[in-house]
């Protein structure tokens, strides 16, 4: 008997599906992420060569050596599973050694999302002040609202939030590339998903926006009969 893959997401218009990140020529881009979950930075540069600056570590390394890293044809850059570990500084470079584009991802650790239903009264994370090194506010940067799961009966839509950092000059910027490597324990400094009930017409014009997050992967083994799995708020897919 083959072993068995479940996928326990929150929605899965597409197994298998990734996020494609951009950044205009030559720059430097911020992004917030959750771990766990493809994405394939872009560059688009014959024969690019990708080097990764970890916020754990103080040194720029080529990327080669990291298992679920791959270098697409046309130079995009792929992570397959992206853990918080890997947050850091990501950058694609031109045979002259000359920077093509920059990354900056902070991957937050699927496994501390706060959840939320806006419908039965529970609030999301409040704004704190908190001393990160220097008096800092920490916040929530939500992303709009997912189009509802279903029409013409009730259902439901998601967002998703991530935590940021904003220091008294106004300046804001996702809290672990923030904190660089920095261990610090606290509840505030958690990514969020908030749920909404809806009802919508039906309109078969209009593509619905679904886009699907992994929360973990469960393999069972050719030894187990069965096994009781749980998955609050999402789906289990086979």
Known sequence: MLATLWLVSLSLPMLWAQKLINCPYKNVCQYALLSGNDVILECNHHKAVWY??????????????????KILPGSNLQLSNPQPSQTGLYRCLDGHMTRVVEYEIDFQDIALLHITHKDLGQKPMGNET??????????????????????????????????????????????????????????????????????VPCDIATEINQPYFVFDTHQLDKNTNYEWLSCPLASIYR
């Open 130 to 199: 908190m001393n990160l090194g220097g008096e800092v506010l920490v916040f929530t940067r939500w992303d709009p609202w997912q189009d509802c799961n279903c029409c013409e009966k009730p259902g439901e839509r998601k967002r998703l939030g991530y935590c940021y950092v904003e220091e008294s000059l106004g300046k804001s910027m996702p809290c672990w590339l923030y904190l660089r490597g920095e261990k610090v324990t606290h509840s505030r400094l958690q990514p969020e998903l908030q749920l909404q009930a809806c009802h």
């Open 52 to 69: 990764f600056h970890s916020s754990l570590e103080d040194k720029l390394s080529k990327l080669n050596s990291m298992p679920n890293v």
